[in-house]
């Protein structure tokens, strides 16, 4: 299997190189060249397989230069009951007769991230042994919350490595940032940016294609890639975990074989959900998928409308992971659908670039919108939400999770669409707890009670156990306290690595 860029698909590289590199040379982002096929009798025997079987079966149809012995090695490495707490890594809870949760947050971060930044260095360390890497590869990550813990946690102390993650100022929650600034580890760093996330991202995409910068960290023996969903070894793992939702669901006889499901995802950067869509692509039965968006509903107003405008007011919510104005992996999508129109979708690329939007063909209009359904929920929605699900079945979603039911039931109201609705949960509600807990008791409960006295009351109402990474963020010391200007990012990375 090669892959080519989304902006010039005269690149072709294998499997190791994209996942090494991370971003291609001319900004685009890494595509498969072709995708494989699972078949339905395939999809039958995936029923009576373990996760990391399944991974194995998907996971080694685009891995190709792997060995199989490789691949096995980074699964078995990623997916353990230690790690998930579950034999199951990502179970499927019934809410209803046509609600399934989708619980991605049973890894070490309790979030979703974790399905992918769990195995992502394994890939990465085979990769680099593949492509006889000498260096030392440095991982640069911004962060909306959830992925910089992931990939700290993933890549801590990984021979060869050094990671650093940057993450938005004031924009991510207590737990969230108590999880990244006490992260130990002797090749990590962690910096807060002033600005929101876009600022970060857009910091990291600038490092990332400076040549000049380049050849400096190559003179220091250093080759830069990314732990963001940007990089393939990010995105192919959650293709997995939709295959997998769907055979627990024949094999617990929910569905039968060949029923088309619908997919709710809570997105902002778009990788989720397009993972989602990949998995369609190769055989999985899908009728629709529902994007769901907060307040920041960019992602809602372009699929309307075929519209990317990022010209609008940046809003802060309760479900910051989701507080994206720029969808990086959008660009994976409409590559797909103009058919590989490198030229289009680099146009498209650059009128974001200077004009902050770009309009799609109709012809891609209208692909998108036989495939996808999207709306938003605001905070006070979303704070309904929660309420409402706990009170209906005595689940409680967190804030992310709750905008992907609230826009579900938007959708159910417009459609009175009955079939059978796997809902990604992204993140646990431990994470989120004050906000939960606003949602579940109002605010006065939770006045002058800090973060950890949250997670009691929320264990105790909810009547599930803290997450135990979670419960040990009381004892750990605070290590990093950079706040860096948007601009001085790369002094960040230079001071940690030494140089410049």
């Not at 801590?156 to 050094?162: A, L």
């Not at 108590?178 to 490092?207: E, H």
């Not at 907060?294 to 007011?313: A, H, M, P, Q, S």
């Not at 707890?433 to 939770?446: E, T």
Request: glycine share 6%; hydrophobic share 35%; charged share 25%.
């Amino acid at each position: 299997m090669q892959y080519n860029s989304t902006r010039n698909s005269g690149i072709s590289i294998s499997s190791a190189e994209a996942i090494k590199k991370g971003l291609s040379e001319d900004g685009g982002l890494f595509v498969p060249k072709s995708f494989p096929s699972i078949s339905l009798s395939e999809l039958q025997k995936f029923a009576d397989m373990s996760y990391q079987e399944r991974a194995f079966e998907i996971l080694s149809k685009f891995l190709t230069d792997f060995t199989p012995e490789e691949l096995k090695t980074c699964i078995e490495k990623a997916y353990t009951k230690e790690k998930f707490e579950t034999e199951n890594i990502a179970p499927v809870y019934k809410l209803n007769d046509t609600e399934y949760i989708l619980e991605l947050w049973h890894g070490p971060t309790c979030a979703f991230k974790d399905m992918a930044l769990q195995i992502l260095p394994h890939f990465l360390t085979t990769s680099m042994k593949k492509t006889k890497e000498t260096g030392e590869v440095v991982i640069l990550v911004a962060t909306s919350g959830d992925t910089g813990k992931a990939a700290l946690e993933g890549f801590k102390d990984v021979e060869g490595t050094r990671i650093v993650v940057f993450y938005p100022d004031d924009s991510v929650s207590e737990i969230q940032k108590l999880q990244m600034i006490t992260q130990t580890g002797d090749n990590v760093c962690v910096s807060a940016v002033s600005g929101n996330f876009d600022d970060a991202q857009n910091g990291v995409k600038k490092i990332f294609t400076d040549e000049g910068y380049k050849n400096l960290l190559a003179g220091n023996n250093f080759k830069l890639s990314s732990a963001n969903s940007i990089n393939w070894g990010r995105l192919a793992p959650q293709i997995v975990y939709y295959f997998s939702a769907y055979s627990d669901m024949l094999e617990a006889g929910e569905i039968t074989l060949g029923e088309k499901i619908n997919i709710v995802v809570p997105t902002g950067n778009f990788g989720n959900i397009l993972a989602a869509y990949y998995a369609y692509k190769m055989g999985l039965p899908v009728n629709k998928f529902i994007c769901a968006s907060n307040r920041n509903n960019i992602l809602t107003d372009f699929i309307k409308t075929g519209v990317y405008d990022r010209n609008r007011d940046f809003h802060t919510t309760i479900s910051p992971s989701m507080d994206i104005l720029i969808s990086s992996n959008l660009e994976r999508l409409l590559y797909d659908l103009s058919g590989k129109d490198e030229n289009l979708v680099s146009g498209f690329m650059k009128e974001l670039s200077e004009k902050g939007k770009y309009t799609v063909t109709e012809d891609i209009k209208n692909k998108i919108s036989e495939l996808f359904y999207a709306d938003f929920a605001d905070d006070d929605e979303t704070l309904e939400e929660i309420g409402s699900c706990f009170s209906e079945y005595g689940y409680v979603p967190d804030t992310h999770s709750a905008v992907a039911l609230s826009v579900y039931n938007k959708y159910l109201k417009e459609t009175n669409d009955t079939q059978k609705t796997v809902i990604a949960s992204t993140a646990s509600p431990f994470k989120f707890n004050q906000s939960v807990l606003i949602a579940l008791k109002g605010c006065a409960f939770v006045a002058g009670k800090d973060e950890f006295t949250l997670l009691s009351e929320l264990s105790e109402i909810s009547g599930m156990d803290i997450p135990k990474s979670l419960a040990e963020l009381k004892n750990k010391t605070k290590i990093f306290d950079t706040v860096c200007e948007k601009d001085n990012m790369v002094q960040v990375v230079n001071d940690f690595l030494q140089i410049g």
